[in-house]
Nanobody
Framework: QYNLVQSGGGLVQPGGSLQLSCVPSGFALDYYAVGWFRQAPGKEREGISG????????NYADSVKGRFTISRDNAKNTVYLQMNNLKPTDTAVYYC????????????????????????WGQGTQVFVSS
């Protein structure tokens, strides 16, 4: 059972775009910072992007900076990851995670190097980039 429901993903050619969505099941995301992670076969889970609960602060791994954009719509209780200019090296299972950072941390981006700190996870969605 997962508390975050993911959608999007699939097969895309190099240079193409995809958008992933992350929606909580049974709670509101307003007070949670959200991170996106990915795991390629044989590799460790990698944190690639995060957004503060306010939406004002974002962070990105160097591997995706300039190509991926994270955003959130708290009115729709949804966090998005827009992925442009996809490369074969982006092929992986992508996960969203939600974490409470504290009552005064609305402008703190979530830690991308500490997946163990996250409270909830999505089920994962496959992204496959190939010609």
């Amino acid at each position: 059972q997962y508390n975050l429901v993911q959608s999007g993903g699939g097969l895309v050619q190099p240079g193409g775009s995809l958008q992933l969505s992350c929606v909580p099941s049974g709670f509101a995301l307003d007070y949670y910072a959200v991170g996106w992670f990915r795991q390629a076969p044989g590799k460790e889970r990698e944190g690639i992007s995060g957004i503060s609960s306010s939406g004002a602060v974002t962070n990105y791994a160097d591997s995706v900076k300039g190509r991926f954009t994270i955003s959130r719509d708290n009115a729709k209780n949804t966090v998005y990851l827009q992925m442009n200019n996809l490369k074969p090296t982006d092929t992986a299972v992508y996960y969203c995670g939600a974490v409470v950072l504290g009552p005064t941390a609305e402008n703190r981006a979530p830690p991308l190097d500490m997946p163990g700190e996250y409270d909830y996870w999505g089920q994962g969605t496959q992204v496959f980039v190939s010609s």
